[in-house]
């Protein structure tokens, strides 16, 4: 079989839950042939209403999708703390010697809108969405060794949300360090490329990870509204997203750099 990511390591940000974005992530670059590294934070899942962190189902089903040669591993850190990006980046690249793919699929949820948000809320989002995902792009920058081929290139991938195309009234912190991210791709791309990295970001769009099923959900209040905005008349699974990164990072998106590109099924365009 072809396995286009053999002998390449990829480390994906916050894969904590089976049902999650980093999850799938992980498990198609595995099943791709990448050795793949995943990090984690379970006291933030463990407040979330849709459900707690599982890392032995992830550890499992890691495992049982790597392809002969490949590895894994795992760890836990809090990304609110300043050190923690670069003490990760080192502990991914000591797994197998390398590393050529970033997946910075972290984030914080609970938020507040504009008319109630503190300082401390903005700075937790402002430290774990953005601070994390610029700190850790640095250190991979900065380890990573680039041999000059168009083969050879890094790739990082940011993740960003739908606060560019409506608003996301009762989410104002997570919104502005999101939008943060899609802002600052072409200046932190243009320092990256030289380096042989390929930075692009992408925003998922709804996408159901269970905050969006009627039992779990935290707006209960728009569920049925958000539903009926989806043109293909349902919400965006973690493969999805999941088919899209692993394209970016493998040899077919060797072109495509600088990128905020969707994958929302036509959910941005309000039809």
Not at 16 to 35: D, E, F, N, T
Not at 59 to 76: K, Y
Not at 193 to 210: F, K, M
């Amino acid at each position: 079989m072809n396995y286009p990511l053999a002998g390449r390591t990829a480390l994906v940000t916050g894969v904590s839950r089976p049902k999650g974005i980093g999850y799938a992530v992980a498990l198609r670059l595995a099943q791709l042939g990448a050795s793949v590294v995943v990090h984690h934070f379970a006291p933030h899942d463990a407040e979330q209403p849709w459900g707690g962190a599982d890392v032995e189902a992830v550890r499992s089903g890691i495992r049982s999708a790597l392809v002969d040669g490949a590895q894994t591993a795992d760890f836990h850190a809090d990304l609110a703390d300043a050190g923690a990006a670069a003490s990760l980046i080192d502990e991914a690249a000591a797994v197998t010697d390398r590393l050529d793919v970033l997946v910075c699929n972290h984030a914080r949820s609970g938020d507040a809108s504009i008319l109630d948000v503190s300082a401390e809320l903005l700075d937790a989002h402002w430290n774990v969405n953005a601070r994390a995902s610029f700190l850790l792009t640095q250190r991979f920058a900065q380890l990573f060794s680039w041999d000059g081929s168009e083969h050879g290139t890094g790739r990082a991938i940011w993740f960003t949300s739908g606060q560019l195309f409506g608003p996301m009234t009762a989410e104002f912190a997570y919104a502005a360090s999101k939008a943060a991210l899609a802002g600052a791709t072409q200046t932190a791309t243009a320092a990256l490329l030289p380096r042989g990295i390929l930075l692009n970001t992408v925003n998922p769009g709804p996408t159901n990870t269970g905050y969006l099923d009627p039992e779990t959900t935290d707006r209960p209040e728009i569920l049925d509204e958000l539903r009926a905005a989806m043109p293909l008349g349902r919400f965006g699974s973690p493969d999805d997203v999941a088919r899209l990164v692993a394209w970016l990072v493998g040899p077919d998106g060797r072109w495509v750099v600088g990128e905020v590109i969707s994958s929302d099924g036509g959910f941005r365009l309000g039809l």
